[in-house]
Structure formats: structure tokens, C-alpha cells
């Protein structure tokens, strides 16, 4: 068993629909998690950050955590053909030696 | 300013060349990443520098070899590389420690190895 499951899609959606992706891990003593886009061809960028659980909104992305359930989210309202990308969670903690454990990825199209 | 810029953009080198990768941030981040990603996979770690020093190297062949010069420059040298080494090659830096603090992607090297 993976420490990171993610599904890695295709994830296909109409422009301006309400996208979750997700993760779940198994590894409790993951602290940190991020969110990271990822456009063909291009280096990752960071969305979202959180520590420990609880929710985070910045703009159309809103990132939560739920470490009794070892689960993770982002939403996506409003998508838009921009969105198209790879995105990755990722998560560290003291087990990890704080490295990044990654999700496989979910790629993510957004349908005009 | 979050920027992290690595050079070139593309490589293309045969078996028997010698070729470097350059990254380079000016955040003041202390702590320095170089990933290995294949197609439809996640980044794989190679290799970090906190402080300058080589602190993680996992397991890496030796025909990769990592210097950082200063606290802002990376390099990653190349030398008889196997074409099974062709990947997209990503510096990251973070403040310090990866999870406590951010670590912010450069755009990558795309290597193609023939």
C-alpha cells in the first residue's frame, strides 16, 4: 500500500463546475500538506498549503484537511479551461524527515 | 519574489557527454532540491543541500553529481548518462526544512539522453 493514494484520473468536467480532487494516506504523523499544480511540461506550483487539520480558501481554491479520517481535499469552483493541469498532493511530517511524500497526481480537464 | 530559475529549458546529450544543469533563487532560502520527474509520475527526490552541504542523496548513481556553490546556485552534473536517465530534472528551495517551510519548483530541465 501506498503511504499517498491519489487517483490519477483523467478527471473530466464542464467549464464552471465544481471540481474535488482528493487524496488519503496512512501515515498519522503527516503535518503538513500541500497542494501543488502541474502543467505539461512545466516545474510544479504550489497552491495550497495547510498545517494540521482544518480548511484553507484562497480565491476559487479551497484546500481541507481531515486527519482523523487521513483525507485530504481541494475544490475548484468556478473551473475554468485554465485549470487543465496535473495536480499533486503532497505532505510531509517528522517521519518523512519533513521530505515531500507525493500523491500519484489526477489530471485534471476542464471542458469548454 | 518566488522564482527559481533553471538552465536550459531542453538538453540533449549522448551517452558519452558531460553536461551541467544550473538553478539559481535569490529568496534567501537556505535549504536546495533537485527532483527527477518521469512522464505521468511524481517528482522523485535525488538530492538536498541545506546550509551548502549535501545533507539527502537517495541513493543516486554516481553519474550524478550535485554542487552547490553558494547559498543561492545549484548545479547538477551530468556524465555517462544511460538513456533510461532522460526525465524532466526540477530544482526546488525551501526557507529550511521541506514541509515546515514552503519549497518552491524552478520550471525544469527536460533530458534527453541518446
Known amino acids: 500500500q501506498k503511504e499517498v493514494e491519489q487517483d490519477p484520473g483523467p478527471l473530466s468536467v464542464p467549464e464552471g463546475a465544481i471540481v474535488s480532487l482528493n487524496c488519503t494516506y496512512s501515515?498519522?504523523?503527516?503535518?503538513?500538506f500541500m497542494w501543488y499544480r502541474q502543467y505539461s511540461r512545466k516545474g510544479p506550483e504550489l497552491l495550497m498549503y495547510?498545517?494540521s487539520s482544518g480548511n484553507k480558501e484562497d480565491g476559487r481554491f479551497t484546500a481541507q484537511v481531515d486527519k482523523s479520517s487521513k483525507y485530504i481535499s481541494l475544490f475548484i469552483r468556478d473551473s475554468q479551461p485554465s485549470d487543465s493541469a496535473t495536480y499533486l498532493c503532497a505532505m510531509s511530517g517528522m517521519d518523512s524527515n519533513y521530505q515531500l511524500i507525493w500523491g500519484a497526481g489526477t489530471k485534471l480537464i476542464i471542458k469548454p | 519574489d518566488t522564482e527559481v530559475t533553471q538552465t536550459p529549458k531542453h538538453l540533449v546529450m549522448g551517452m558519452t557527454n558531460k553536461k551541467s544543469l544550473k538553478c539559481e533563487q535569490h529568496?534567501?532560502?537556505?535549504?536546495m532540491y533537485w527532483y527527477k520527474q518521469k512522464a505521468k509520475k511524481p517528482p522523485e527526490l535525488m538530492f538536498v543541500y541545506s546550509y551548502e552541504k549535501l545533507s539527502i542523496n537517495e541513493s543516486v548513481p554516481s553519474r550524478f553529481s550535485p554542487e552547490c556553490p553558494n547559498s543561492s546556485l545549484l548545479n547538477l552534473h551530468l556524465h555517462a548518462l544511460q538513456p533510461e536517465d532522460s526525465a524532466l530534472y526540477l530544482c526546488?528551495?525551501?526557507?529550511?526544512?521541506?514541509?515546515?517551510?514552503?519549497?518552491?519548483f524552478g520550471p525544469g530541465t527536460r533530458l534527453t539522453v541518446l
Open positions: 495547510t498545517y
Open positions: 526546488a528551495s525551501s526557507q529550511g526544512l521541506a514541509g515546515k517551510d514552503t519549497q518552491y
Open positions: 501515515n498519522s504523523a503527516f503535518q503538513y
Open positions: 529568496m534567501g532560502h537556505r535549504a
